[in-house]
């Protein structure tokens, strides 16, 4: 049996894919994918993951899971997308659509699920409808492009990889000083002795010892509930679960008379989430502002010191010609850009980069790397870059990491020096 055509269109953040998957499932593209002329096809997607979820929801009834004990909405993202496929594949398509497949899943998960593709692959036609060029299966066929709205066909793939190679990017302008400087005499700003967490008796965290000092660029990794997300909300103080360990943020012991909003001056933080639930009416300008009023959004008038800082920002993020634009007009990746200039305006000790690149297109995802690149060389505040990705280009390379590996699990320290 001869291997099936399987295709890949790269995309950008601003490309329009429902209109080019309802064309590819309805048959309206046979020329350009002449495979699946008259075949049946599927959609694998989060999109539909969540479908069937509402339907499990609205009618009590399973549908991708019935061998399951477990809804649909109570899995992983990766064990909802192995549900997904694994009921897919039961209907015996003649091709699938596959939408950024690896979207919000851990490394772990990533591998397995391209084995079951790679695998999948040799009998039924793919088309792969990404965003990152490495996301592409080994035995692709063909190659195609949709550049604004129109879908560009490559005659080989080596010109394909040539066209489409990622390019570093890099920004200028120096990073600005704060107004004021936020002073934290300790060198260690967090440190976790022997750390143990449950939620009811399910072991979250165990015995972790962890310590971030001044200046450090950490890099926290593991799957999907290894606890990465209790260690975070511990701290920045929305988790009451730091009362009674022994963990220390700032020089100051949790617990000892600290307020949240002590603790949130010296923590910038940064998670996608914050943008997708935003629908405020704010200009890009003021977003970068409301960084040193502590809020989403300005909501004051602004000083004109706090004004010129700002456009300090702006200008170092190559936005000038946008700074009057309203917010939720950017792109997703000039967002992303103005929520962390937004985070370090005020530079404060710790940044927290809680999957910052997730859902990004190369040429976004580099343009954010090239801002954590400047910010880790030009200042003094500590990083932790939370992410299922390895990102190409980030130098300096996270000098530690806590590898945290099963849920329960004590976690892992790496360096360099002392892997």
């Known amino acids: 049996m001869n291997q099936p055509k399987n295709y890949a269109i790269l995309i950008d953040n601003k490309s329009q894919t429902k209109v080019l998957v309802s064309d590819l499932l309805k048959g309206i593209l046979k020329n350009d994918f002449p495979a699946l002329d008259k075949q049946s096809g599927l959609l694998f997607s989060r999109s539909e993951v969540e479908r069937f979820m509402d339907e499990e929801e609205r009618h009590g009834t399973k549908i991708i899971t019935k061998k399951s004990s477990q809804s649909l909405k109570s899995m992983s993202s990766g064990e909802q997308k192995k549900a997904l496929l694994a009921h897919q594949l039961t209907q015996e398509p003649g091709f699938l659509v596959l939408v ?3 979207d919000n899943l851990d490394i772990v998960t990533q591998s397995y699920l391209q084995e079951q593709l790679v695998s999948i692959a040799k009998s039924i036609s793919l088309v792969q409808i990404v965003s990152r060029l490495d996301d592409i299966l080994p035995d692709t066929t063909d190659f195609f492009k949709l ?71 950490w890099q926290l990794i593991g799957p999907n509930g290894s606890g990465k997300t209790t260690l975070l909300s511990m701290i920045t103080g929305d988790s009451h679960k730091g009362y009674g360990q022994n963990l220390t943020l700032f020089g100051q012991k949790k617990g000892s008379g600290e307020s949240v909003w002590d603790l949130k001056e ?84 710790l940044l927290i980069l809680d999957e910052p690149t997730a859902g990004l297109d190369d040429e976004n995802a580099a343009l954010f790397v090239s801002l954590v690149n400047k910010i880790a060389q030009e200042s003094e505040t500590a990083i932790i870059f939370v992410s299922h990705r390895k990102e190409i280009g980030l130098d300096p390379q996270f000098d530690y990491i806590l590898e945290m590996k099963s849920s329960g699990s004590a976690g892992k320290k790496i360096t360099h020096a002392n892997s």
């Open 100 to 102: 950024n497949p690896y």
């Open 147 to 217: 550049d604004e709205g129109e879908l560009l066909s490559y005659s080989n793939a080596n010109i394909f990889w040539k066209e489409n190679a990622k390019k570093s990017i890099e920004f200028t302008e120096v990073i600005p000083p704060p107004i004021e400087p936020i002073v934290v005499k300790d060198d260690e700003l967090v440190n976790f002795k022997n750390v143990s967490v449950s939620f009811d008796e399910r072991q979250v965290l165990n015995n972790i010892n962890w310590t971030v000092k001044k200046g450090e660029f």
């Open 266 to 349: 010296k923590i910038g933080y940064f998670t996608p989430a914050m943008t997708d639930k935003f629908n405020g009416y704010h200009t890009l300008e003021n977003m970068v502002i409301s960084g040193i009023y502590d809020s989403i959004g300005l909501y004051k008038k602004a000083s004109d010191q706090a004004k010129r800082l700002a456009g300090s920002w702006v200008k170092l993020l190559q936005l000038q010609d946008k700074r009057k634009k309203q917010f939720h007009e950017l792109t997703s990746g000039e967002k992303r850009l103005v929520m962390t200039a937004r985070a370090m305006i005020k530079h404060p000790p």
